[in-house]
């Protein structure tokens, strides 16, 4: 069932800039669904017209089953959002500005419910600070109280790992984890496909204002995971050695660099062995390193096969 | 009507009035009572009364409503710009609230906020001149009257305002002239035919002079037309509001 579904959804800003392109796009009860895109892909863009922050151009969108503009009540008071910029009140105390929230969205005060958010994400002994002596991190964190202060079944995170460190981004994922296993159906975008990969249920890309594809995680990852081995050579070679056929190797860089593609996800990369291989046959090297493909490589390939 | 929303926002800026108590309610009610100590009680000893009112109450309601019309509109334009400025607007566009809802629990609390203000300098006025209040009915109406009707002017200037600057400009420049040359410190009569007539284009002219009518009686225009000049004022002000909610400028893009 469809928490949210796009119809035909398209937005021209004032300016003429076209930022969404008839998008259709449906997101599972109780999923974590990434939006995966580079920078002005239309990612904020596509939130910010959900949540009723910007009008749409044309287009549908239901969400929990409710028109987002002719029911926008039920609409957005089943949404929770986490901004990509850290906008909070500079003067107001972490706890009064949490529990304002709450009551913008049209809930009755229920201190029980603010003080286990708070306590939730290691806000509570901050209850009381001013929001302007928190760090940038911690705002983060105080985003995401203001989010789940009126409990909402929809939850939007909008760039959640920017300028969060590590062990931030353990709890946001736990605790991104624990809400799903309560019913809650998550939406978070990301640039970054290892992001999207550890956390995500389906993955949806956009780029250009396009959603390109919308997959299961492990389908996708099978997709976009090849990954790359590149070997240094001491010496160069003009051909690929006809017993190393097998796995499709390319010289490249004049015959210095021996480049295998494999595919990450795979219990057998085949790596070990055609290291014992290169060794048997005296094939030296320098160096050797090995890359995912880039998001930018990934683009252009989907694209090409649609 | 959605009450806890409306209530959050109320509250929310109540309480900023609260913490910056400084600005928004004593330094209102300190100025104008220097007014009353230089203007009422120094100068105006030596100055005749002006139809049977001493100097010192005659200027008194034209006082109240000079802070109350700045303190209206400072007090709504800073509410709604400074979310707009600083990005906050996001929560309250995405909140499961009607644009009237947003409208009263800002436009509320500005109003309520000027009204404190414009209670306690006539509070404070009693210390220094005497004075009575022949039509309270009247009076409160005024008050009420003008502090919602720019209150919403300061609504719209804080949508349509660009930056602080032009926050400031519009009471310092337009406001405070137009009410100084409205008949707080002297009454129509007094001034020679040609400006007579023109001061009848002046807005503040018919809120002071119903507002003392309130307080002694006497008036400068009749109170009807003071009522239908301030009631026109609002109706012009909630169409514009209503305006730039039905296009969502400056708020959506
Ligand atoms: N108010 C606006 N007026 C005109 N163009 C805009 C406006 N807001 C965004 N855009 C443009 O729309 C495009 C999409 O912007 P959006 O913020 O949705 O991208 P994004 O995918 O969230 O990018 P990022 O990863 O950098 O956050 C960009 O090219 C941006 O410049
Ligand atoms: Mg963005």
Known sequence: M????????????????????????????GEIFALLGPNGAGKTTLISIICGIVSPSSGEVLAGGHNIISEYRA???????????????????????????????????????VEKVLRQLSLWDK?????????????????????????PEILFLDEPSAGVDVELRRDMWNMVRELRESGVTIILTTHYIEEAEEIADRIGV????????????????????????????????????????????????DGTELVYSFD??????????????????????????????????IFVELVKEQ | MNFNSISAIYSFEVARAWRTIGQTIAAPVVSTCL????????????????????????????????????????????????????????????????YFEILLGYVGAAASKSLIVGLLILITARLFVDYNIQHPFWMITFLILTAVTFSLFGFILGIVANGFDQLQVVPLMIITP????????????????????????????????????????????????????????????????????????????
């Not at chain 1, 949210?4 to 997101?27: D, H, R, V």
């Open chain 2, 178 to 253: 137009l009410a100084f040359l409205g008949g707080t410190f002297y009454s129509i009569d007094m001034l020679p035919p040609f400006w007579q007539t023109v001061t009848l284009f002046n807005p503040v002219v018919y809120l002071v002079s119903g507002f003392r009518w309130s307080f002694y009686g006497i008036s400068d225009v009749s109170i009807l037309t003071s009522v239908s000049m301030i009631s026109l004022f609002l109706v012009g002000c909630v169409l514009i509001v209503w305006q730039i909610f039905a296009t969502g400028y400056r708020l959506k893009d």
């Open chain 1, 127 to 151: 209850k009381d600070t001013r929001l302007r002596a928190l760090s940038g991190g911690m705002k983060r964190r105080v985003l995401i109280a203001k989010a789940l202060s009126h409990e």
């Open chain 1, 75 to 113: 609409a957005r008071s089943k949404i929770g959002l986490v901004p990509q910029e850290l906008t909070t009140d500079a003067f107001e105390s972490v706890w009064s500005t949490v529990n304002f929230s709450r009551g913008l969205f049209g809930k009755p005060k229920d201190h029980a419910h």
């Open chain 1, 2 to 29: 469809s928490i949210i579904s796009i119809k035909q959804l398209s937005k021209t800003y004032a300016s003429g800039f076209k930022a969404l392109k008839n998008i259709n796009l449906e997101i599972r009860a």
């Open chain 1, 206 to 253: 956009i780029n250009g204002g396009e959603i390109i594809i919308v997959e299961e995680k492990t389908e996708l990852m099978q997709k976009l995971g090849k990954k790359e081995l590149r070997l240094q050579l001491k010496t160069a070679m003009t051909k690929v050695p006809d017993d190393l056929f097998d796995y499709n190797l390319n010289l490249e860089a």
């Open chain 2, 35 to 98: 007014y009353f100590i230089v203007f009422g009680t120094a100068i105006g000893s030596r100055m005749g009364s002006i139809e049977g009112v001493s100097y010192a109450a005659f200027i008194i309601p034209g006082l109240v409503m000079m802070s109350l019309l700045t303190q209206s509109i400072s007090n709504a334009s800073f509410g709604i710009f400074f979310p707009r400025f600083s990005g906050t607007i996001f929560e309250v566009l995405s909140a499961p609230i009607s």
């Open chain 1, 264 to 297: 990450a996800k795979q219990e057998h990369t085949g790596i070990a062995e055609l290291l014992r291989k290169l060794y048997k046959k005296d094939i030296d090297f320098k160096d050797l390193n090995s890359s995912k493909s880039s998001l930018e490589e």
